[in-house]
């Protein structure tokens, strides 16, 4: 026989959520510290994706002010629950253009811009909204080496191209550059390098557009890399949130 789960409380899980951000809030310090930075060079974005706008409301109460989320249905949901929050919201999945209009009626940054149709699809949306959308080029280091198509992402020779693209397209901001650690490609298994790479590119976007100094990299497993790589912001779900019940 099996016993019924325990309820948890709201109570139980702040506590929870407390002693996991103090523990990620740990590590990124003692990052900056071995890297000689400064700790207010990195943001913390919390990845809140399959967990719920509870969550979210007790993470904005104990100080959260960067979420993020990848998929627009559940996203749109949880920050219409949560408009009355101090947070900015950050939309980290591959996105499709028919929910442009979607995502940037809530997302304050898009860090999945990988394609001219897609620059295009979401300054028309900041247009008709009237709004600023601040966008970041994610590379797809697993195409450096003509290894074909992945997941999304840009390949590090286009990148300055489609930065072109955001600049010169009307109510976005171009504001840097984001990847996540490839599993396949010559950096597969080699977070470090790979986000010194990314500094790399970064280097030469920058040189473009000097105010487009965001860098994305860095997730529960490699945040010490990004952040001894140059990252300015890092991307933490599971070891904030706990392990998600479905791969996502
Ligand atoms: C889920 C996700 C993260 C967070 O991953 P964890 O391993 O749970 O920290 C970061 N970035 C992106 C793009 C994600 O989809």
Known sequence: MT??????????????????LEAVER?????????????????????????????????????????????????????????????????????????????TDYADVVHSVDRGRLVTALSSAAQRQGRELDCLLQVALDKEADEGAGRGGVA???????????????????????????????????????????????RSLRSLEPTANMVSAGMSSDLEDAVAAGATHVRVGSAVLGVRPRLR
């Open 3 to 20: 016993e019924p789960l325990e309820p948890v409380t709201e109570k139980d899980r702040r506590d929870e959520l407390a002693a996991n």
């Open 156 to 202: 590090p020779d286009a990148v300055l191209e489609l930065a072109e693209q955001v600049r010169a397209a009307p109510r976005l901001r171009l504001a840097g550059l984001m990847t996540v650690a490839p599993l396949a490609g010559p950096y597969a298994g080699r977070p470090r390098e790979a986000f010194e790479r990314l500094m790399e590119i970064s």
């Open 27 to 103: 590590r990124i310090a003692d990052a900056c510290a071995a890297a000689g930075r400064d700790r207010s060079e990195v943001t913390l974005i919390v990845v809140t994706k399959t967990y719920p706008a509870s969550d979210v409301r007790l993470l904005a109460d104990l100080g959260v002010r960067n979420v993020a989320e990848n998929r627009d249905q559940e996203a749109a949901a949880k920050a219409a629950e949560c408009s009355d929050l101090p947070l900015v919201w950050h939309f980290v999945g591959q996105l499709q253009t028919n929910k442009v209009r979607s995502v």
